[in-house]
């Protein structure tokens, strides 16, 4: 890749060809270059341009509020009270709510949300999160010196990396991550110089861990560099899956016997939608199967205020647990996430709200509930629905989204297609999602951006457009994927 | 090091030794070891303790809210409608603060600030951020294209770093920096794996930049890096310099000549006091420079609402623009920060209503100029105060503090003291101060964690406590220098 003319003439210092090559390594599907086209078509839908459709749907982000779905009173409610603490003196917000506001602005310097607070996160806000995790854990404690409020899960999980990433050659450090994956963490390992270690989720079992790939991608990665991480995303995303408490035994065993530092990322907690499907968090189990591991076994998991039945995305709140963890090495983490002074207030609070929402007896608890209950309802309505349709379409074969917002169907492309993908230095399903996205307006993501077998094409999409536009979005894929494999047979 | 013997009973992965060794280079004095002193005396305090005084006085960090500075209302009203868009319907808010409600909220997805927004920020808010430029710098032209929002000014400069810094051995990146810094930057370049290039402000001058000195320090570099870029923070932290227009004509034209890539942390804008001074952002200058230097000199400047009147740290918004920047570059930076999905949408609001604030005619202009103005003349006086209370104490010399909110008084320190602090292994400067906070309650930052001349010894202190207290904080000190010199001399 050579200079252009007009770089030499300008004199400029940073090119193409003296930036950071680790950054040149990113990739970020899910705002890929689909996602720019369809912003762009949006665009000439507005200036008037003729489509065959009149408006883009959007499947291709975990953006819930983005969808349509509405933020819960109750914390909306106590963040405006935050904001503008002159509305505790109006009679308008139930006592509750009040309440809240009045607790987390006592822990905040000077009284105020615009106060920066302690690196690791306001105290009382992590002494919340600590009750919350021992009453979701049955009883196993939870110390708040271990949790770490974040700027979404994203930057807890980068942190964590951070962390861990180092070497060089053959030593450098390798991190075990599920394929298909969430491409934070290939986009994180890209830059941060490490190896990505792939270990794929078994389509056929619903995209379950299985020990043997582990095992033999494992051996594989020791041959050229140092796995030390083992990465899990449970619920799934992009595929759905929700692990049996058998599969996270194992998985932890196998962390245990390999000496891998365990990343569980479980921001979808809350999302499980399928008969005889439970959320079990992998501390639980860790302390479950005793000292020898409960003792021994590194973990951080992480949590954010973006998916569940909250949706807040815009918020960027998170938090992150650390387990085991070296105290000399925690002392750096703590070190670390000082430089960046703190994670915004805002959203501190809001996670704040969703470990510590209202209580039966407390004036919005009814609203409270009925509100988590219809969004988490509706959600799991919509995964059958999608996992429904999707698999009366000749070609697409989809596993039951047990969980999280996604359904990852497998769709055969005819050998013609996958030819003229080639031909233009396409993927095959990003030429497939390309033409979906020109032809009806629906974006959607192509299994290439997420990792998938070779040879195997796949489409991530959400389930989170209203159900009237989700029918409509179903019915849309049918019927292109139906023109498109005849129009390639 | 050798692992702990308890590490290999645990069988741990991440030890000290095995943890990434860029993160361990890492140093923050801001938050570091004497911030957390001063937390446990406060505790301790709490726990009824007997001390030389009743409270810890915090001067150790920039951070106005907590220290009793109050929001300004038309920004928290606007960010309580938009945290509780149910708020519009009620009358108790003034008609500008809803209609800015109500702007930005239809400019987030699904018109909830839970959304996701755009990577680079919300594109009206991009679009005000350009406006405010515009205007700020005399007409000079400013696409909103180049300008990203951002998590604080924190998050922009690190993203830019992460841009530029790359190679290893002789041909590893270096950046220039000044002495003294703010420790964001070498924090920062410490876990980039950059080089670290000094240049050093000049006191005698009031820490004005020299060009002999940047010359001689970028002539050293080259000899074992591979400089790239230059960062200067203006209006100055920690040592509250304005620079004058000349100097930062001198420094664009050193950078066009030694082909260096410019970043300008401007987070002090507004915060210039002392007669004479003003402040001339490194665009404007740029482009006054003519076509020579603002069609090729490549720039990056930075802002916040942490700092000037509004102070709103705990929100972590900012926004930076990019000018000169490589097309392909910025296609990759654009790209780098979608992995991070986006900033906090409360603080990207929150930037808007600071470039888009009340204007003439609007109901809420004359409070919120009244309010403006009177946090800008109290900074002033304190300012005012600091400088002239800190010369007064024989052995404490002190530059005006023409900006900014820090005071970097040199001080003399006696030999015995400086040799009872290397026989502890402490910077002299850091035992003067930890002897401070534990006579006296008050937190300052050494010198030495910003970096200072070999042989000279300062700390900074904020002039942000209120007058009452600022008063009582500098007469402690005084009183506390002078029992120290005599103790050790
Ligand atoms: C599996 C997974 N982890 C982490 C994240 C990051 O979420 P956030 O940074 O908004 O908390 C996402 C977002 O979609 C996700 O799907
Ligand atoms: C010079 C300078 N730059 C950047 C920052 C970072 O501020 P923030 O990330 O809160 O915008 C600070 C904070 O004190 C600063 O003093």
Redesign the interface.
């Known amino acids: 890749h050579a200079h252009?003319p007009n770089?030499v003439i300008?004199?400029?210092?940073?090119?193409?060809d003296?930036?950071?090559?680790?950054?040149?390594n990113?990739?970020?599907a899910?705002?890929g270059p689909i996602v720019q086209r369809a912003m762009q078509i949006e665009k000439e839908l507005r200036e008037g341009l003729k489509k065959p459709f009149t408006e883009v749907i959007k499947a291709n982000?975990g953006?819930?509020?983005?969808?349509?779905?509405q933020?819960i009173t109750f914390f909306?409610?106590v963040?405006?009270?935050c904001?503008?603490p002159?509305?505790l003196n109006?009679n308008?917000f139930p006592e509750d709510a009040k309440n809240r506001a009045r607790r987390i602005l006592h822990a905040?310097?000077?009284g105020?949300?615009?106060?920066?607070?302690a690196?690791q996160g306001i105290d009382c806000v992590r002494q919340d999160v600590a009750c919350y995790i021992e009453r979701r854990d049955g009883g196993v404690p939870c110390d708040p010196d271990n949790v770490y409020l974040t700027?979404?899960a994203?930057?807890g999980i980068?942190t964590m990396l951070?962390?861990?990433?180092?070497g060089e050659g053959a030593s450098r450090t390798g991190v075990m991550i599920s394929i298909p994956q969430y491409?934070?963490y290939s986009?994180?390992l890209a830059?941060l110089g490490a190896v990505q270690v792939n270990y794929y989720l078994n389509e056929e079992k619903c995209w379950s861990m299985d020990l043997s790939e582990l095992e033999s991608s494992l051996a594989e990665a020791r041959k050229h560099c140092n796995p030390?991480?083992l990465c899990i995303i449970n619920p799934g995303n992009p595929t759905g899956q929700v692990q049996s408490r058998q599969c996270i035994e194992d998985v932890i065993r196998f962390a245990?016997k390999e000496?891998?530092?365990l990343m569980a990322d479980e921001v979808y907690q809350d999302n499980v939608y399928a008969e005889g499907c439970q959320f079990h968090s992998f501390k639980k189990v860790l302390f479950e199967l005793g000292p020898e591991y409960s003792?021994?076994v590194?973990l951080a998991s992480f949590h954010s205020t973006?998916k569940c039945y909250?949706?807040?995305?815009?918020?960027?709140g998170g938090y992150m647990e650390v387990i085991?963890?070296?105290a000399?090495?925690q002392a750096?983490l703590s070190?670390?996430v000082?430089?960046?002074?703190?994670?915004?207030?805002?959203?501190q609070a809001l996670m704040d709200l969703v470990v510590n929402s209202p209580q039966p007896g407390e004036p919005s608890h009814i609203t409270f509930m009925k509100e988590r209950t219809a969004t988490l309802s509706l959600l799991a309505e919509k995964a059958k629905l999608t996992e429904q349709i999707l698999n009366t379409v000749p070609g697409i074969t989809c596993n039951p989204v047990q969980g999280a917002m996604y359904s990852f169907p497998n769709i055969s492309l005819p050998e013609k297609s996958i030819k003229e993908a080639k031909a233009l230095g396409q993927a095959p399903d990003m030429f497939y999602c390309m033409n979906l996205l020109e032809e009806t307006g629906i974006c959607l993501v192509p299994g290439s951006g997420f990792g998938q077998k070779d040879g195997t094409y796949h489409f991530r999409m959400t389930i989170l457009p209203p159900t009237d536009k989700l029918k409509i979005l179903l019915a849309k894929v049918k019927e292109f994927h139906q023109k498109f494999t005849q129009q390639y047979s």
Not at 63 to 69: E, N, T
Not at 112 to 117: L, T
Not at 310 to 316: D, I, K, V, Y
């Open positions: 252009q770089d300008r004199k400029i210092v940073l090119t193409i003296t930036m950071n090559p680790r950054v040149k990113v990739e970020y899910v705002r982000i953006d819930a509020h983005a969808m349509g779905q933020p909306r409610q963040l405006a009270l904001s503008y002159e509305l109006e308008m905040c310097g000077g105020s949300v615009g106060a920066y607070s690196s700027t979404g994203s930057d980068v951070k962390l861990l990433v180092c491409p934070l986009a994180a830059e030390k991480a245990a000496r891998l530092f003792d021994n590194e973006s909250m949706g807040e995305c815009g918020f960027r085991n963890m070296d000399e090495v750096q070190k670390l000082s430089v960046r002074l703190c994670p915004p207030v805002p959203g």
